[in-house]
């Protein structure tokens, strides 16, 4: 249970501090509830547990983040005002099995001042990718998850005594705003539990060669991994499954659910939830099974920014919205079917506006680039992300 002394000791957390501080700023109370939910219970019963009791109407998000380059595109981020941000992981560079070396770039990460005034300013809540987890495309078998896991969390400031010290990853779900304009954010965690990706590509003996031989040609270039057709097979593992059914339970008008790799494209061949076709349909099986409105899927990873759309077999007309990445400049984009927009090969961030208005509320995906314009923008009715009896 966090007590007075904890909440102003200096190792609360960054989310949990820099609620205090918009809280501060807006004249408005952290829910009393809330407070006595934050590590409390078990990792199970804890989630959600952070509320606000202030109505949530611009959310920021954004991956992919180089620590050795500049990074001007904090002050676009600035300057949009999100009153929450997401990291959808890649959040620094690691890419090593030494965590003094991982540290380091973490502090890299901590001295980028656009990044230091909006972690001062805005509340925050993170998950990783593979990079901030360990290694490219790393997966369940990388040697120092745990060790990296506690980096992680000491370097976002999760307490001690949090629950989420306690799991099998660091997936965390949040819980903003009264009832009627209530958003839920779940973040996911796609990579301590995640078997093994099936490559390379069948017929493809070297990747290299055969994407030059291809990008010549002026073709699309997959990535170098196929769908891993073993039921098994998994990105969240049973015990993460198990949490999610239980946060889809939980009452909220719009879901952000926060994704590393991309949910719907389909099928660029690198890594995304269409490697793991049984995660995939199970995830729209649950959203269906728990009739769980308001879903908005948010991803990253990928280094260029796009919408998709998925409205065949599907509960409600599915989203997902893929910001990456921060820093990332992308040559040319891989194959997506269900890509609805343009692809943005620039730096980026997302941003999601919502406009409550009862039954006429709206939510409105963009991203954003480096100068501040939208770039994709597409308005979704609320009232359309719903499950009809
Ligand atoms: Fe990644």
């Known amino acids: 249970m966090l007590n007075a002394?904890?909440?102003t000791s200096s190792r609360r957390p960054w989310l949990y501090r820099s609620l205090v501080i918009a809280c501060a700023l807006t004249m408005t109370a952290i829910a009393p509830t809330a407070r006595a939910e934050i590590g409390a219970g078990t990792p199970e019963q804890s989630d959600p547990h952070v509320a606000l009791d202030r109505t949530l109407t611009r959310i920021g998000f954004g991956s992919c983040a180089e620590g050795g380059k500049e990074q001007p595109i904090w002050e676009a981020v600035l300057a949009a005002r999100p009153e929450l941000f997401l990291f959808l992981g890649d959040n620094v560079y690691g890419d090593t099995r030494d965590m003094a070396v991982l540290r380091a770039k973490y502090a890299e990460f901590a001295q980028q001042p656009g990044f230091a005034q909006l972690r001062a300013t805005t509340p925050i809540a993170v998950t990783w990718d593979d990079h901030d987890f360990g290694e490219d495309d790393a997966g369940g078998d990388y040697p120092q998850k745990e060790a990296s896991r506690q980096v992680f969390l000491d370097f976002w400031g999760e307490p001690a005594d949090s629950p989420r010290r306690a799991r099998d990853g660091v997936y965390a779900s949040y819980v903003f705003g009264p009832p009627g304009q209530r958003?839920?954010?779940i973040l996911l965690d796609l990579r301590y539990n995640r078997t093994p990706l099936v490559k390379p590509e069948p017929g493809v003996r070297n990747y290299r060669s055969w994407a030059r031989a291809r990008y010549k040609k002026g073709l699309e270039v997959p990535g170098p991994y196929a769908r891993n057709p073993d039921p098994k097979a998994t990105m969240l593992g049973e015990r993460q499954w198990q949490w999610l059914e239980r946060q889809l339970e939980t009452p909220a008008d719009v879901r952000l659910i926060g994704s590393s790799v991309q949910v719907?494209?389909?099928f660029p061949g690198w890594e995304g939830w269409s490697l793991f076709a049984h995660d995939q349909q199970r995830l729209i099986e649950l959203i269906r099974r728990k009739r769980a409105n308001?879903?908005?899927f948010l991803s990253?990873?990928?280094?260029?920014?796009?919408l998709s759309k998925l409205d065949v077999n599907v509960p409600y007309t599915l989203w997902d919205l893929t910001s990456s990445g921060l820093t990332e400049v992308w040559p040319a984009a891989t194959p997506n079917a269900n890509r609805v927009s343009d692809v943005i090969r620039e730096p980026n961030f997302g941003l999601i506006d919502i406009d409550w208005q009862g039954a006429e509320t709206t939510v409105t995906l963009s991203v954003v680039d480096q100068r501040g314009a939208r770039r994709i923008e597409q308005r979704l009715a609320l009232a359309d992300l719903s499950t009809r009896p």
């Open 5 to 7: 002394e904890s909440f």
């Open 183 to 185: 958003v839920q954010v």
């Open 264 to 266: 719907l494209a389909d």
């Open 294 to 296: 308001g879903v908005v």
């Open 300 to 306: 990253g990873d990928m280094h260029y920014a796009e």
